[in-house]
């Protein structure tokens, strides 16, 4: 589910950061950068081929959204989709539920936006899921070339959201990052008990993020 158009507000009617807003101040950016200055030897249009990839994780979210809510329906393409990018999430979704049959997970979207009054912030997780030994778990698809320790960051900032928010029925499990190709034909399943001490540190990153992004703003002039 995408970030609410106009952002997150806290409950009195301020304006705060998301989730991945506050790691995207201080995401690490040389290998994006490498990667763009390689498009622009080959005389690739950068921001066509950015666009068509997103649109590939986009309509991929859209499909297994609407399998976790109404079972096996069929989602349209968005319009102006090369028959190439239909494939190529085709079989990312295929994968998914290659993986998700085998799991053994009973996985539940979810169909809101939460805010942390205790540290500011707003985020959408994807899904939780109840795992074979009846602890519950949080989920995340990505579409990615491979797997960054930024989605870790991600994710155990949504688990404490979630705990927040949720506090007669937390997240006594761990995480699931579930990772798609943007070429459609890989897949990747990484998963984080609930005392994995990435996990903890993760979330400490997140904290100290949060605490930079405010004053990152004063630094910086910068609004958003």
């Known amino acids: 589910m995408a970030t609410p158009k106009k952002g997150y507000f806290a ?4 304006k705060i ?13 040389g290998a994006l950068i490498r990667w763009a200055y390689k498009q622009g030897e ?5 921001y066509e081929k950015r666009d068509a990839a997103a649109d590939v994780g986009t309509y991929v979210h859209s499909m297994i959204e609407a399998f976790l809510a109404n079972g096996e329906v069929e989602v349209p393409a968005p319009a102006g989709m090369s028959p190439e990018n239909v494939e190529k999430a085709a079989s990312a979704y295929q994968a998914f539920r290659t993986w998700l049959d085998g799991s053994r997970l009973r996985v539940t979207p979810l169909e809101q936006h939460y805010v942390s009054e205790t540290h500011r912030f707003g985020g959408t997780p994807d ?17 990615a070339k491979a797997f960054y320790p ?8 949504y688990r404490e959201l979630w705990n927040e928010t949720h506090p007669e029925t937390p997240i006594n499990g761990g995480v699931h990052i579930v990772r798609f190709g943007k070429d459609g034909g890989d897949f990747q399943h990484s998963y984080f008990p609930p005392t994995h001490r990435k996990l903890a540190a993760a979330w400490r990153q997140f904290i100290l993020f949060r605490e930079a992004f405010d004053l990152d703003k004063v630094v910086t002039g910068r609004d958003d």
């Open 150 to 157: 930024d989605q870790l960051v991600q994710v155990a900032a």
């Open 42 to 46: 080959l005389g690739v249009q950068l």
């Open 127 to 143: 899904a939780i899921a109840d795992e074979p030994d009846g602890s519950r778990s949080l989920l995340d698809w990505k579409t």
């Open 11 to 14: 409950a009195d009617g301020l």
């Open 17 to 29: 950061p998301g989730v991945t807003t506050i790691i995207g101040r201080f995401k690490e950016s």
